[in-house]
T-cell receptor, first 109, second 115 residues
Framework: GQNIDQPTEMTATEGAIVQINCTYQ??????LFWYQQHAGEAPTFLSY????GLEEKGRFSSFLSRSKGYSYLLLKELQMKDSASYLC??????????FGKGTKLSVKP | EAGVAQSPRYKIIEKRQSVAFWCNPI?????LYWYQQILGQGPKLLIQ????????DSQLPKDRFSAERLKGVDSTLKIQPAKLEDSAVYLC?????????????FGNGTRLTVT
């Protein structure tokens, strides 16, 4: 079966660093994506990992360990506008994407 | 570039009625997806098109849901008859190619409420 787990909610302080974890078990693996979704809006693409290691993109970084079925999204210098849901999604085969339930991040002043 | 367009933005219907949603993907995007997102959950794939052919519809409840993508551009998703549990946001997404490094671009969705 396919299973993607991530925490339901997290809270962090403006200016801090937060790490959102994602573990997965899928029948295949062709890459892992992170999406950001503000309330009432469409998900927007943040990052993509297919090889083990860290991918950095400005304040956001994403890490992947394929042997452990584990990824995390790291957000630095948190801003109020980062309050959103963060969706971990795994591609078990080319062109197919399975989403986790999402982690709702609340950034407090 | 223009994003993925969806309409209507909101729809309220009674159970057993029918409803249709429309999606216009980003120009040139060959792959089109319909996802269902129930409140508090991640999007669930309903159907995937490559041009005008169906690639994956394994999770589409075919007794009540149907979708088409005529001419490989616009797509419509229909529910007939609707049930209370169909209340959700229906997201359309498109990607340039159905490949590893081709992220999905989502529309703003249609929020369906079935009463």
């Amino acid at each position: 079966g396919q299973n993607i787990d991530q925490p339901t909610e997290m809270t962090a302080t403006e200016g801090a660093i937060v790490q959102i974890n994602c573990t997965y078990q899928t029948s295949g693996f062709n890459g892992l994506f992170w999406y950001q979704q503000h309330a009432g809006e469409a998900p927007t693409f943040l990052s993509y990992n297919v090889l083990d290691g860290l991918e950095e993109k400005g304040r956001f970084s994403s890490f992947l360990s394929r042997s452990k079925g584990y990824s995390y999204l790291l957000l630095k210098e948190l801003q109020m506008k980062d309050s959103a849901s963060y969706l971990c999604a795994v591609s078990p085969r080319q062109g197919n994407l399975i989403f986790g339930k999402g982690t709702k991040l609340s950034v407090k002043p | 570039e223009a994003g993925v367009a969806q309409s209507p933005r909101y729809k309220i219907i009674e159970k057993r009625q029918s409803v249709a949603f429309w999606c216009n993907p980003i120009s040139g995007h060959a792959t089109l997806y319909w996802y269902q997102q129930i409140l508090g959950q991640g999007p669930k794939l309903l159907i995937q098109f490559q041009n005008n052919g169906v690639v994956d519809d394994s999770q589409l409840p075919k007794d009540r849901f149907s979708a088409e993508r005529l001419k490989g551009v616009d797509s419509t998703l229909k529910i007939q008859p609707a049930k209370l549990e169909d209340s959700a946001v229906y997201l359309c997404a498109s990607s340039l190619v159905s490949g590893l490094n081709s992220p999905l671009h989502f529309g703003n969705g249609t929020r369906l409420t079935v009463t």
